[in-house]
């Protein structure tokens, strides 16, 4: 069964055998508006946990994603480009930014689960 | 969008505030005061519903104030000792679009001059100015009248925009009266119990009014209009992207105290008697620009790709030197691609020249591009 984890800059990522996909969620795309560009790092690309690697931007503003956790993008989801607005349709699901292969399992552990981030997003507003 | 400089000072509130909340408005800071960002809708939906009906702004944050004198020919020449434009040649209810200029030739502020129609009001001008800029506005106009002209603000007064194609048959049914404005023109009129000033203009590129009332009735008048399908509440997210595409200039962003109006494209506002003659501050800088061309010119900027660039991104030419600055920049939802304003140097206007901007350390390619990006829809006398 896939672990699913979450930043405090509110991304989410789901771990299956070692390979984790990550997207914003759906808190994150109701606060950021109407989304018009999304930018997904190339494959092969090895990010450290909390680097910038991704962009989403809505009418008003650009706003960094961060990988959760280091390791080598593999796959990054090639729609987006062509339809950012999915990411307010689907932020959990088809939206999903990029795959990863991740270097350091234990960085999840610093991670949120769903209850301590909803917890969190309610706590911050 | 960031006029709002660090302050300790509490944030103010319109007196539309209770309407925002109850309409369940997103409130941010802006210039000093509680604004609506967006409403439920959402800013690229609010955008696109005011160019396909109308949409209904809460501006009241702006700065209102009276220009009072003995007549309409010692007031003028008050302003015009100010501001490039012709004052003096305003007839009853016509309104202008000018800078405050500072002795280098800057603009201290942009804003609305409008004669009164009213005979009773002869010696009155009408000012609207930037609320991020007000209190500047006020002292520097204050200092520098001769005796017998003072400045009168108006804060009492709240002040609404209703911009789009279905503005004036809606207004119509209100007030009659409105609808035989045209472009640039203005008139006191009563809708419903209040007095209000409406002017056909606004900052949308869209036919439009702008109504100033007493603050006291700014609700009633809010409510009654929304009562109208066509006319939905439209926040400052949209109103940016809305002049952003109409090509229009935000203060602080696309022009300030180091900017010429010639720079800034717009040397149409300045008539023919003031450039001969001068008389206003900086007028040797601008009167040399408009022999020599200036510097330095504001432009429309296209990017090929769907990445917006935003204020601050430096244009480069193809072969890599830096040409110029974005000074406003995002998503035009009309468009329905990025769009931006910006300077370039002398030489690199030329509309079709490809350019690079340099966005999150990348060379993405663009144009330059005529302004507006959409074309604007005024209501101009036949």
Redesign the interface.
Known sequence: MATERFTKDHEWIRVDGGIGTVGITHHAQTQL??I??V?VPESGRKTKQGEAVA?V??????SDVFSPVSGEVIEANADL?GQ?ALVNEDAEGKAWFFKLRISDPAELDKLMDRAAYEAFVKESH | MNATPASDQPLRRTALYAQHVALGAKMVPFAGYEMPVQYPLGILKEHLHTRAQAGLFDVSHMGQAYLVGPDHATTAAALETLVPADVLDLKPGQQRYTQLLNDAGGIVDDLMVTRPAAADDDGKLFLIVNASRKDVDYAHIAARLPEGVRLEPAPERALLAMQGPAAAQVLASLCPEASRLSFMTAASARIGEFDCHISRSGYTGEDGFEISLPAAGAARLWQTLLRTDALKPIGLGARDSLRLEAGLCLYGHDIDETTSPIEAGLGWSIQKRRRSTGGFPGAVRIQDELAKGPKRERVGIRPEGRAPAREGTEVLSPSGERIGVVTSGGFGPSVNAPVAMGYVAAGHAEIGRPVHLMVRSKALPAAIAPLPFVPHRYSRKS
């Open positions: 508006g109407d018009v560009f930018e962009v931007e809505s009418v008003k503003a650009a480009a950012p």
